[in-house]
């Protein structure tokens, strides 16, 4: 028991090391949640424009839009956010439940969320490719449960993980801390690359889903797995080392 609790605080105390460590944006985790924060422009852009007024990264958004949908309005979904939040939080229930075996072995946690990711964004990037999707349809719903998932099992983790300001998925605290704590606002200033780096990424990620839908809904999801299977390939490999 006592041993239990030494390696329980050994754990603690080697995630509270690599969180300060990440916050420097050269950090190679925080280049990482940088690139799935990319893919969440990537993916959102995907469910939004593509799959009829539906987020499958940005829940809050969703909620607002199921508000917005029961009330009537501007005849936006009902069932699509539904089913977005519930892929999205039995998702996220199983990467609670990742983050749990793998107590205290980051590398592991990290390889096994990209790789649920990567799994499900393909599966997805393989039902827009074996035919034209439409909002409503069978295979829209498919879509939209293999990206919300996959963007549940990633908040999970990276939730668990908890750089600070680098949710990858949402950006409203992000900027508070990039203007509370700016020197205009009588702030240090720390942290405001960071913060403003993920801010583009998402952005940039926006832009891009946006306009590789004009080519086919395929090519914005291949190119969220390929990013979320490149990321693990890039990353664990080192977290590995670094561990041993």
Do not use: C, K
Not at 60 to 68: D, E, H, K, Q, Y
Not at 71 to 86: F, K, N
Not at 173 to 185: C, D, H, I, K, N
């Amino acid at each position: 028991m006592v041993a239990a609790a030494g390696d329980a605080a050994s754990a603690r105390s080697a995630d509270e090391t690599l969180r300060r460590a990440a916050m420097s944006v050269g950090h190679p985790l925080n280049r990482t949640l940088l690139a799935l924060t990319f893919t969440t422009g990537l993916v959102d852009a995907v469910s939004y424009l593509g799959l009829g007024r539906v987020f499958t990264a940005n829940m809050t958004g969703n909620v607002v839009l199921l508000g917005f949908g029961i009330a009537g309005s501007a005849g936006l979904p009902v069932l699509a956010p539904i089913v977005s939040l519930l892929a999205f939080l039995v998702g996220a229930g199983l990467g609670g439940a990742l983050v749990r075996r793998a107590a205290g072995r980051h590398a592991a946690l990290v390889a096994r969320a990209l790789g649920i990711e990567a799994a499900m964004l393909a599966v997805a990037a393989i039902v827009a490719a074996a035919d034209t999707v439409h909002a409503g349809q069978f295979l829209a719903y498919l879509l939209i449960v293999a990206m919300a998932f996959a963007m549940g099992v990633r908040n999970a983790v990276v939730r668990h993980i908890g750089v600070p300001d680098m949710t990858t998925t949402v950006l409203t605290m992000t900027l508070t801390g990039l203007a509370a704590e700016s020197r205009v606002a009588g702030g240090p200033g720390a942290g405001s690359v960071r913060r403003l780096s993920a801010v583009v990424a998402m952005l940039v990620g926006a832009i891009a889903g946006a306009l590789l839908l004009e080519i086919s809904l395929f090519v914005p999801v291949a190119a969220a797995a390929v990013i979320a299977l490149g990321t693990w390939r890039l990353y664990v490999p080192g977290a590995q080392g670094r561990a041993r």
